[in-house]
């Protein structure tokens, strides 16, 4: 029996749970093993060089831990493609956000809003000091910590406007998922897997992903509110 340990964010922990599934159904003989926490806290401790296998984080995370021999070069896989969605409680009317203006307007009409500490946070971050309201809605933001669905703060009544990727908003009970974020200012994260530098079988690792990245898996994805990279 081979073990696989991997080690992944928050924002793919659902679909990774149905992948390993999938594959587990090709390749009987392969043990996976997938741990989900916040990016931030997943890429510290591969960088402290606690043991795995594989890792699946957002494109750029892999990157950097390739840059620093954390991860093997040349060994990305970009498995999906997210987009941010927008929810706010359930049973509060929904927000126009069909256009960039609109979704602006929102955002400075919302009492609380919310996002997390990943990618998607950090691009709505970027976009609210290119709107120049940044300072003024400063006040009004609650962000998630590490391993924390904005959806969850969203349902408590903590957050009146929440955004994360679609795939960590799908099933959260007590809210409603607006949709997504206008073309203009869309936010879209690719989620790659790699082979860790600590891994003791690279030719398994490899073969995983190579098939979480073939066309078998398509469909999977596209439950989980992604796309196929």
Not at 52 to 62: H, K, M, P, T, Y
Request: charged share 15%; glycine share 10%.
């Amino acid at each position: 029996m081979t073990t696989l340990r991997l080690i992944s964010s928050m924002a793919t922990k659902p679909l990774l749970a149905d992948l390993v599934a999938l594959y587990k159904a090709q390749a009987p003989g392969v043990h996976i093993e997938v741990e989900s926490v916040g990016g931030v806290d997943a890429a510290k401790r591969v960088q402290a060089g606690e043991a795995f296998d594989g890792v699946v984080l957002a494109s750029d995370a892999i990157d950097k831990l390739a840059a620093s021999g954390h991860v093997l070069a040349g060994s990305r896989a970009d498995l999906v493609r997210s987009g941010v969605a927008v929810v706010v409680p359930a049973g509060q009317p929904l927000p126009d956000i069909s256009t960039e203006a609109a979704l602006k307007a929102a955002i400075l009409a919302a009492p609380t809003m919310g996002y997390s500490t990943g990618p998607s946070g950090v691009q709505l971050a970027k976009q609210f000091e290119a709107w120049g309201i940044a300072d003024e809605i400063a006040p009004r933001i609650v962000q998630a910590k590490p391993g924390v669905p904005v959806g969850s703060l969203v349902a408590q009544g903590q957050v009146a406007l929440g955004f994360q990727q679609l795939s960590e908003m799908l099933g959260v009970a007590g809210i409603t998922i607006v949709g997504g974020l206008p073309p203009e200012v869309e936010i879209i994260t690719t989620f790659s897997g790699s082979v860790a530098a600590t891994c003791n079988q690279p030719d398994a690792m490899r073969a995983l992903l190579a098939f979480w990245q073939s066309p078998a898996c398509d469909a999977l994805k596209r439950q989980h509110g992604m796309t196929p990279a």
